[in-house]
């Protein structure tokens, strides 16, 4: 079975092939979402097995001249995750609004080989949930034997 996603929930491509030359948010969320619809596999499990970091990020591009957080320079186009601990917004250089959706964001210029220790698995499980309740989900309740 295959689960069409669309919207806000649909993966993000590109020409070339990859995930970050376009703006990936969170994909792990949508990954668990559909494990879960799929096979049934728990969101916590999805999300704590995966070992693709890329899934985990965000890529927003802020306007010129770019983001910082707490006065560092990011750049024009910023990558982040959420992890524990972490304070603070991104915001714009020019502006200094927040940019939208990064409470919580340790920004991730520079892509480690291996998913972070502080990496907050309870957020991505949290937006997991969002999203189900987003889509109305509702685990069909199991039939209990009479006899």
Partial sequence: MKIK??????EIGSASGT???T???TQICTDAV?????????IEQTIRNCQDFTRFITVRQAKAPGAHKEGEYLGKVIRWYYAKGEMGTINTVAANNKVADSDGAKPVMDL?????FDLDYEWYISKSNEILQDIAYNPKPRQQRLF
């Fill in 112 to 116: 480690p080989t291996e998913v972070p």
């Fill in 34 to 42: 559909k494990q879960l619809l799929l096979d049934g596999t728990p």
């Fill in 5 to 10: 996603a669309k919207g806000a929930y649909a």
């Fill in 23 to 25: 703006n990936p948010t």
């Fill in 19 to 21: 995930q970050l030359d």
